[in-house]
């Protein structure tokens, strides 16, 4: 049992349950209890989609494991590639079929999206760099717009979706400037086709379009004066987009921890 949870990394989808329920509390609020049918079934639907999804991941890049990633369940041999294969596909087939139980197009149709975005992102478009990192991003942003969905307010969330797309591409290029030289082996990232100077400006482009969306609710009133917390968050992305070309290992890290008080701050703010 240990080396298919290692297989399914079950930390994600923890995480990925967490941020799910975040998106469906920031939609409605101190109504989130009335949804808790819904919400037991997109547990479900989020930990099939993740073990799906790292299971595929797996099994494409079995080869380089054996030298990146070890200690994972493939390249120690106990899980064989088919049955990685197979677990993968099950896992994300699964995730659909268990969205259809919440009687809601919208639901299933934002799950049959990701999943055909996540696999044409192991597939495709994870060696093509920026295309990956936009793929990514979206990913991270349609769990907010999950959350909205399995309550029935998607529109409460299309902000924080993408506040977290615009600056998610922000830090997905620092790490490939980070990585730019492991990298070059297996992938063709942005920093390697237009160069690191650029891409620190482009990275640090997506890092300060972040903070400049986040006033909006403010603008539009739509959430207590515990939002202002999000200035917090708004200050660390504007001093990462100053020192991602010096310290792109650091911008990456900050820009996670941006990313966490900016959602205490929409937490905060429905309350």
Not at 72 to 88: N, Q, V
Not at 132 to 149: E, K, P, Q, W
Not at 202 to 212: C, E, K, L, R, T
Request: charged residues 15%; contains cysteine; proline residues 3%.
């Amino acid at each position: 049992m240990n080396r298919y949870l290692r297989l399914f990394r079950l930390g994600n989808g923890v995480m990925g349950i967490l941020g799910v329920a975040i998106g469906a509390f920031i939609a409605v609020g101190m109504d989130l209890p009335d949804y808790w049918v819904n919400l037991v079934i997109s547990c479900f639907v989020v930990l099939s989609f993740m073990a799906g999804g790292n299971s595929l991941n797996d099994y494409i890049d079995r080869e380089l494991d054996k030298t990146a990633h070890p200690e994972r369940p493939l390249p120690m041999g106990e899980i064989s590639p088919k049955a990685a294969l197979r677990l993968g596909v099950i896992g994300l087939v699964l995730a659909s079929l268990l969205s259809l139980f919440m009687m809601s197009v919208l639901v299933t149709g934002i799950v049959i999206i990701a999943t055909l975005l996540m696999v044409s992102y192991e597939l495709f478009l994870k060696q093509r760099g920026f295309a990956g990192n936009i793929v990514i991003a979206v990913l991270t942003g349609m769990l907010f717009l999950f959350g909205g969905s399995i309550v029935d307010n998607i529109e409460g969330n299309i902000v924080i979706a993408a506040m977290a797309i615009l600056v998610s591409i922000g830090r997905e290029i620092a790490k490939d400037i980070e990585d730019v030289e492991s990298d070059k082996e297996c992938r063709k990232t942005l920093p390697m086709m237009i160069g690191i100077k650029n891409a620190t400006i482009v990275a640090s482009i997506f890092f300060i379009a972040g903070p400049i969306l986040s006033v909006y609710p403010l603008i539009a009133e739509t959430f207590g004066w515990l939002y202002c917390l999000v200035f917090v968050a708004d200050a660390i992305f504007i001093y990462t987009a100053l020192i991602i070309f010096r310290k792109a290992h650091t911008a990456q890290k900050l820009a996670k921890v941006a990313m966490a008080i900016a959602l205490v701050a929409f937490i905060l703010g429905v309350i």
